[in-house]
């Protein structure tokens, strides 16, 4: 059987989530032989601290919507010309990653975030993993974090 592997992240209701859900039930109209495994990255990693930050998450952007706009404006019109780099990220995420990877053997990726699309580009990058990979863009920019595969 062929599975297929989403990755959105955060478990909130957003268009990562429900772009991954239209994916999968579009693959699913074509072959019901498609075993798609749609998994959120800090929930499958953290538990429930994962609700905690997303309920942060949300607080900052309601409390302090400038600083997001900023953040957010900053990253998608000003990128920076050196490769980004987010080590805490990597740290917490990689090896999870990985393992999921060789415990579910998918024949496709689907990023539907930026970040689980950094984390598969380094681990592409150090040979650790050679699955194809696609990135499926919800927003109006594509992120400067994002790479390409």
């Known amino acids: 059987m062929t ?29 019901r032989a498609v075993k798609c495994e749609k998994i959120e990255l800090l929930s499958s990693r953290l538990g ?7 309920r942060l998450y949300l607080r900052c952007i309601r409390h302090v919507p400038k ?8 990253s998608v019109l000003h990128p ?3 490769p980004p780099s ?7 995420f990689g090896g999870h990653l990985k393992q999921l990877i060789r415990r579910l053997t998918p024949a496709l ?3 539907t975030h930026a970040f689980p699309s950094y984390l598969l580009d380094l681990l592409k990058q150090r040979g650790e993993i050679d699955v194809p990979v696609v990135n499926v863009y919800t927003d109006y920019f594509v992120p400067g974090v994002l790479i390409i595969q």
């Not at 987010?86 to 917490?92: M, T």
């Open 109 to 111: 990726i689907v990023c």
């Open 48 to 54: 429930a601290k994962e609700q905690w930050i997303s």
């Open 3 to 31: 599975t297929v592997l989403f990755l959105p992240l955060l478990q909130l209701p957003s268009g990562h989530h429900r772009v991954a859900e239209a994916l999968v039930e579009g693959l699913r109209s074509i072959d």
């Open 80 to 82: 920076s010309s050196k």
């Open 86 to 92: 987010f080590p805490p990220y990597e740290w917490l």
């Open 67 to 74: 600083a997001y706009s900023i953040a957010y404006r900053r």
